[in-house]
């Protein structure tokens, strides 16, 4: 029973992927992942694994954002990750792409209202896990950080802005389980842990439904 099914984590750079990944394990004490005080603190692509852990966590390196990195370096993160996920995809049963809530307004002005030629990365990592079939959540993270009021304008306008690329968002809770063109999300603190308890009852799910 060597091969437990694997949890993909993936995201911009400082998103809160890692601290996230944390707040799934058993044992967080021995997570040796950095959390960041700067963008690009995890580099590898490395398993985490534990005794009590039914799966295996892949917190992927962040992309984008990284203001002191080189373009180079941006650009061998991002074909190291796409290499890995055409590798690997078969042993990913579940992904969670971790948005974070702060940096959407800016995302979206940027990538498609004034420049219409250009797809939110949001939304080409969203199509591109897809092609591949695996089945995701959208996790909008760091609402401590937002009111209510910017928190739904945020949400509202990812959902918008996506349904022009033909993806149909869906709150979790409204989410329905086997219509698999709809994409469940949930907004979500990891400082706060808000929302820790859904997030990882849907987990469960596809990773029972594995079996
Ligand atoms: N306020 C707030 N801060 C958060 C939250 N989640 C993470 N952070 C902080 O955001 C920073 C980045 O968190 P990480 O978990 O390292 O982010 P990451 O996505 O793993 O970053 P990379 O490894 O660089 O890609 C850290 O300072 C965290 O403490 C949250 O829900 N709310
Ligand atoms: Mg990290």
Do not use: C, W
């Not at 993909?8 to 890692?18: A, M, Q, T």
């Not at 800016?106 to 939110?120: A, S």
């Not at 469940?184 to 799910?205: C, D, G, M, V």
């Amino acid at each position: 029973m060597n091969e437990k099914p694997s949890l993909l984590i993936i995201g911009n750079s400082n998103v809160g992927k890692s601290s996230i990944t944390r707040l799934l394990l058993p044992n967080p004490r021995k997570f040796k992942g950095k959390i960041g005080k700067h963008p690009g603190s995890t580099l590898l692509i490395k398993p985490i694994t534990q005794i009590d852990l039914p799966y295996k966590i892949i917190d992927l390196p962040g992309f984008g954002y990284i203001r002191r990195a080189s373009h180079r370096r941006e650009e061998h993160i991002k074909k190291q990750i796409v290499i890995h996920i055409e590798k690997h995809h078969q042993d990913y049963f579940f992904g969670l792409v971790v948005i974070n809530i702060l940096r959407i307004k800016d995302e979206i002005e940027k990538y498609f209202i004034h420049n219409q030629e250009t797809i939110p990365l949001s939304f080409e990592l969203i199509k591109f896990l897809r092609e591949f079939d695996i089945p995701i959540i959208v996790i909008f993270n760091k609402i401590d950080k937002v009111s209510n009021l910017d928190k739904t304008k945020s949400i509202k306008t990812f959902i918008k802005s996506a349904e022009i690329y033909e993806l149909n968002l869906v709150h979790l809770d409204d989410h329905e389980f086997h219509n698999k063109a709809e994409i469940p999300y949930l907004e979500f603190s990891a400082l706060k842990k808000i929302n820790i308890e859904k997030l990882k009852k849907i987990i469960q799910k596809f990773l029972k439904e594995m079996f």
